[in-house]
């Protein structure tokens, strides 16, 4: 069997913070999450999620420790090329959509590839509508965002963050803003793409319900990952 490929890896990696007593946020963090995985991490507020996940996303950068995302280290790019390595190798899912109402559904989620890009080319809406189609939202391509249902808003979000096939996506919260019903819905669309794609998923959530549902749950408490279990690999799918 040959060796699992991890998309993410961080080493040792600690945040302080300047003032008149150096404040540090985490403490020694050591991740690796592997592709294909579907992974939670919980912890209680004021753990320090919201500062890991930031460097996580290449959004913030440690003060010491290594970030590798698909065996590239971070810690020597420049902001252009962090900017770069993010756009294409991480997707992310918010509590809140942050889709533009203006756009319809599938220029919100070909938006990533014209980033890239710098242009619109044809391939972008097939690629978009093909992932609409995917969430279940054939039909609403042409529709204004701000005329879907929150439900419907998150699942745009989440083929958005996988307009650019990223290696990893990070989900903040993603169930958070929605009823039982449409955020049980989200959570199953993600978990196909997981299978489906082999896209590798980090979902930060509250719920134990969800958490349980992951093949493994990292536990942050002050600053450290206190536990990896390992859960069930078959939730089950939409059908």
Do not use: W
Request: with cysteine; proline share 5%.
């Amino acid at each position: 069997m040959s060796e699992a490929t991890a998309v993410l890896e961080l080493r040792g990696v600690r945040k302080s913070y300047p003032g008149a007593v150096s404040t540090e946020v985490l403490h020694g963090i050591d991740i690796r999450v592997d592709r294909g995985e579907f992974v939670a991490l919980v912890g209680p507020s004021g753990s320090g999620k919201s500062t890991l996940l930031n460097i996580l996303g290449l959004l913030d950068r440690p003060t010491s420790g290594t970030v590798e995302i698909l065996g590239e280290d971070c810690t020597g790019l420049d902001d252009a090329g962090l900017t770069k390595l993010r756009g294409r190798s991480l997707g992310f899912v918010f509590q809140f959509h942050h889709l533009l109402p203006a756009f319809t559904a599938e220029e919100n989620v070909y938006l990533p590839l014209m980033a890239d890009k710098g242009h619109f080319e044809p391939g972008m809406r097939e690629r978009a509508r093909d992932l609409l189609g995917r969430i279940g939202l054939e039909g609403f391509e042409t529709r204004l965002a701000s005329r879907l249902s929150g439900g419907q808003q998150q699942r745009v979000a989440i083929a958005r963050a996988l307009a650019m096939s990223p290696a990893l996506v990070l989900a903040d919260e993603p169930t958070g803003n929605l009823d039982q019903a449409s955020g049980q819905q989200a959570f199953q669309f993600m978990r196909r793409f997981n299978r489906e794609l082999g896209t590798a998923f980090l979902l930060v959530t509250h719920e134990p319900r969800l958490a349980a549902l992951c093949d493994r749950t990292l536990t942050l408490v002050d600053g450290r990952i206190v536990g990896g279990e390992t859960g069930p690999k078959g939730s089950p799918a939409v059908a």
